[in-house]
Each structure stands twice: as C-alpha cells, then as structure tokens.
C-alpha cells in the first residue's frame, strides 16, 4: 500500500535537479530546468499525437531511439515550435552544449520547451544559463523544478508515494506542468516522473503507456492538443530491486505509480486556467470504452455545457444535446439516463418526474462535481476529468502574449 503524498517531495535515488533564471521571456523567473540521471537508468517517453509537433519533440524522441538519457533540459516562455530548421538547430545546440559542460554525448542530451508557439528560442540565454543550472543540481530539488516549468499555472504541482514492494520501499516522485491547452492526446503539456526501481526498458514503455490511458489521457481543459506534449518516466535502479512483468511486486509498483500519474493529472485540471469547478464526467453502460470516452468527451468540450456549470445552471438539455451528437450509432434516447452527484436528472430520455430544479442548482453550486451518463447499451465505464469555462479563461488567453 502506498503511503499518502508528502508535503515536501522525496528525493529519487540516482536523480538530480537544478533549477535557475535564465530571463527567457521575463526576468527574475525561474525557467530554466536540468534533470540529471545517473547511468544505468531506463527511459519510457510518449509524445504528442499533434502532427505539427514542436522542434524538441522531434530532436527527443531522435535522441531516445539512439542513446539512454542523461540529461532532461527545460525551458518555459518559449514553445520552439513553428519555428522550423532554425528551431531544430536551435534545440540541438542546447544539447550539445550541455552536453560539452558534463561530459556525455549530445545524443543523451533530451530537450523540452514550453511556452509561446512560434517565436525564436531566445538561445543566448538559454545557453548562458546552463552552468547556473547545472551548479544547482541536487537531490531535493524536484519542488523548485516543478516552479520552473510553469507557465501559467498558478501553483507547482509535484507528488511522491512510496510502496513497499517485499522488502523494499519503492519512491515514485513526478512533477507536471499545464494548465490550459490541455487535451494531451498521449500524457499532457510536460510530466517527468521517477522511480528507484530497476526495470527492463520494454516493461518500463508499457507501463507507461497503459498508465497513461486513465490519467493524462483522461483530462481536458479546452480540448487543444498541445505541439510541445511530452512525458517522461525514468527507472534508475538504485534501490537493489528489479522488477519483471511477472513478478508480483509489478502489481503495486504499477499501482503507485497510476496513483502518482493520476494525482498529477487531476491537479492539471484543478489548475485549469480560470477554471471554478472540478468536473468528473463518468459515463456507464457503454458498449466499449471507446464510446464511452467518445460521450464524455463531447460533453467535456461542449462551450454550453462548460458555461452552465460555470454558472451553476443546471440546463440538463445542454447536456442530453451532448450525448446525442456523440456520433454513437443506434443509440436509444429512451435508455439514457443522466446524474449530477447523486440527482437524477434525467430518467429514460426524458426530465425526471422527482426532479426538481431547486435541487439541480444546489448540486451545480458545489466545487466538485460527477455527471453521470448511463447509456443502457452495455457494461463499459470510462470517465474524465474536465473543468468549467469562466470570463477568466477568455482573459488569460486574450492576454497570453502581451
């Protein structure tokens, strides 16, 4: 069982952070991250699934397929992406740089950017703060990291979980950034998380990507897929324990670390910009999964239903208007039924006859909220997480790049 996250985050073994301000896009912020893993460490990474993928992603995901990482360079304020030949050439200098001050080969060198979407990476900066960063590296420094690579985030989100695998104590520790932008389609803006294990790279690929699936890629903000998506899991095997697929310690380990993954992506959500309400939308007795997330999405990323819950409204039409538009064939009306929290609303594809409206605005007022969709088609579940759209959204967006 895995203990309850800690204020201060715990150290991973074999991992090492450092954080400075290199004035990237404003002074005095920190914005600029290194993370060092030791040798010997296992790398699983998904990307983003945008087709105009942004000019670190493609240098990374060309620097894993060759060598294991030991380095991760991060900057804010600057996306590099649209930003063509210069902005790959761009994003390889920092490795090579980087790589020039510690000794390895640029090829395990992995870059990361985030921030605005086509501009020039400020490089001179980027590569002036380097050796600051480097001479700030340290064990405990995953909470000041986690500042360094927001952007319009309005806290830092970091978790840690230890689970006790036979006679060992395993660390999870991740950190994430987004805050708007969000509908990762492959993990979310940025997520790095580590472990102490020893694990074979393959089995590290895999658990990573079905975690994925009930975290990162269950949550969105706005339903924008992101240029510059990446995230990270490394397995540094330094606590003396290997797991295999068929070892009974895989269970918990990967339990842990879909608790971290899941933490981490609801924090997104909570963190969404301008957002008021924490939304679960859960829909049941789908046929498949897919359906079932095909509901949920169109409901999370429909502009009316988001307003109404920002408004407290309980205009259960917007929603039912939703789910019919899913696009899911053969679908009855006459068998869905629709809750909010524990309020039926909606009995057989019509107003419930015990609803009252009273009640609906009560439920509408709370800060946490589940819809409830049942289909009447099957036994598949899916659910999302999804946040409301406020006046506050429409600013920080209008004013993103002033």
Known sequence: MADAMRLAPLPVAGIRLGTTCAGIRYADRPDLVLLEIASHSHCAAVFTRNAFCAAPVTVAKHHLSRSMPRYLVINTGNANAGTGRSGLEDAKAICTALAELTGCGCEAVLPFSTGVIGEPLPIAQILAGLPKALADLRPEGWLTAAEGIMTTDTRPKVVSKRVVCGDYKVTITGMAKGAGMIRPDMATMLAFMATDVG??????????????????????????????????????????????????????????????????????????????????????????????????YTIAHSPLVKTAFFAADPNWGRILASVGRSGLQSLRIEDISIYLDELCIVRHGSRYMEYLEAKGQQVMARNDITVCVQLGRGNATAQIWTTDLSYDYVRINAAYRS
Request: charged share 25%; glycine share 6%; with cysteine.
């Open 199 to 296: 694990i074979e790279k393959a089995l590290l690929q895999r658990c990573l990507a079905e975690i994925v699936s009930d975290s990162f890629n269950a949550i969105t903000v706005d339903g924008d897929t992101s240029t510059n998506d990446a995230c990270l899991l490394l397995a540094t095997d330094q606590v003396g324990l290997y797991i295999t697929a068929e070892d009974a310690n895989y269970v918990s380990f990967k339990a842990a670390l879909l608790a971290v993954a899941i933490e981490l992506a609801q924090a997104i959500v909570r963190d969404g910009e301008g957002a008021t309400k924490f939304i679960t939308i859960r829909v049941e007795q789908g046929r498949d999964i897919a359906e079932c997330r095909r509901v949920a």
